[in-house]
Nanobody, 111 residues
Framework: QVQLEESGGGPVQAGGSLRLSCTAS????????MAWYRQAPGKQRELVAS???????NYADAVKGRFTIARTSNSYTVFLQMNSLKPEDTGLYYC?????WGQGTQVTVSS
């Protein structure tokens, strides 16, 4: 069973940066699309960014220009570089691929 593990979350002040990582136990990102989602307290989970196996990137309007999704050359890890963070970026961030989900990593942005 392939497993996904997120890391890199934590507390940060508004305007700061974090880099989230999603590491797979098998080399699945080369063949499968993946995405980052987030869920804030009391809100539905929302798509943040996606990366197709072919390398096409897509971002939610709320994060365009601030977040960047990228994959390592060996395709075991996908990063989400988050810059100019805002309090509204606070939430539990998940990665997903091939119908699988990680446990999430918490991002808390203080004003």
């Amino acid at each position: 069973q392939v497993q996904l593990e997120e890391s890199g979350g934590g507390p940060v002040q508004a305007g700061g940066s974090l880099r989230l990582s999603c590491t797979a136990s098998e080399n699945i990102f080369r063949l499968h699309d993946m995405a980052w989602y987030r869920q804030a307290p009391g809100k539905q989970r929302e798509l943040v960014a996606s990366l197709t196996s072919g390398g096409r990137k897509n971002y939610a309007d709320a994060v365009k220009g601030r977040f960047t999704i990228a994959r390592t050359s060996n395709s075991y890890t996908v990063f989400l570089q988050m810059n100019s963070l805002k309090p509204e970026d606070t939430g539990l961030y998940y990665c997903s691929a091939r119908g699988l989900w990680g446990q999430g990593t918490q991002v808390t942005v203080s004003s």
